[in-house]
């Protein structure tokens, strides 16, 4: 049986993977972009947790990322409808199914990476806060 953790990280992944880029969980850059865009969820930290004793619990603002990246010669407005998807797709369900408290995406910082001898790519790392609690950190 997956962890708590684990089936948050596997719910975010299913939510993205329903948008029109191409979804990877940790995997390292392909060569070549999909048309439609990267996304690469990255696990992440869980970070210190906060306790509570009566009843035991640990509440975790774990840290996962995406990582979005588009190619090609509109990949200003590529990269702003990609953004706005990965928006529009955690506030349709801030809970993930009722696996966490609330799921909430920070602005991404994009940047332009040259490439030689193609065009350049757009690309920024999203920190998205899964905020839960659990009984037990490994479980």
Known sequence: ?????????????????????????GDVLPERVPAG????LRDGEPGEPEVTLSPLAYHYQHRAEIEAVV??????????????SI???????????GLCDWVEAEAPR????????????????????LHYSTADPLI
Request: aromatic share 2%; no cysteine; glycine share 6%.
């Open 1 to 25: 049986m997956p962890t708590l953790r684990e089936s948050i990280l596997t719910a975010l992944h299913a939510r993205l993977s329903a948008l029109p880029a191409t979804v990877l969980r």
């Open 87 to 97: 928006g529009t797709a955690l506030a349709a369900n801030r809970t993930l199914g």
């Open 110 to 129: 994009p940047v332009d990476l040259p490439v030689e001898g193609a065009a350049s790519l757009k690309a920024a790392v999203i920190p998205v806060v």
């Open 71 to 84: 190619q090609g010669t509109d990949r200003d407005a590529a990269f702003d409808t990609l953004t706005a």
């Open 37 to 40: 865009g990267l996304l690469i």
